[in-house]
Nanobody, 121 residues
């Protein structure tokens, strides 16, 4: 199957920066897109940013201009550079990979375990 592992979370002061990384591994034939979602306590999981294998990006309005998603296709790795962090960015950040395991077959979504990001005021 597919393993998705995030790293890079932590505690940072308001206005600071963090960089998250996510690597997908396993029996992967191809990856269509990778992305980041977050879930704050008591709230639903929400999209932060996604990037396709062609480099097309999509951002939540709340992070535009502050966060940048990038991807290393050769390493099946996606990064999220988070600048000008705010307390409301505090959440568990999850990586999602949409991958195909065979040349002919469905593309399915795979989730990591999540990494905590805490922004203090």
């Amino acid at each position: 199957q597919v393993q998705v592992v995030e790293s890079g979370g932590g505690l940072v002061q308001s206005g600071g920066s963090l960089r998250l990384s996510c690597a997908a591994s396993g029996n992967i034939f191809s990856i269509y897109s990778m992305g980041w979602y977050r879930q704050a306590p008591g709230k639903q999981r929400e999209l932060v940013a996604t990037i396709t294998n062609g480099g097309r990006t999509n951002y939540a309005d709340s992070v535009k201009g502050r966060f940048t998603i990038s991807r290393d296709n050769a390493k099946n790795t996606v990064y999220l550079q988070m600048n000008s962090l705010k307390p409301e960015d505090t959440a568990v950040y999850y990586c999602n990979t949409i991958a195909r395991l065979k040349a002919i077959g469905p593309s399915l979504g795979y989730w990591g375990q999540g990494t905590q990001v805490t922004v203090s005021s």
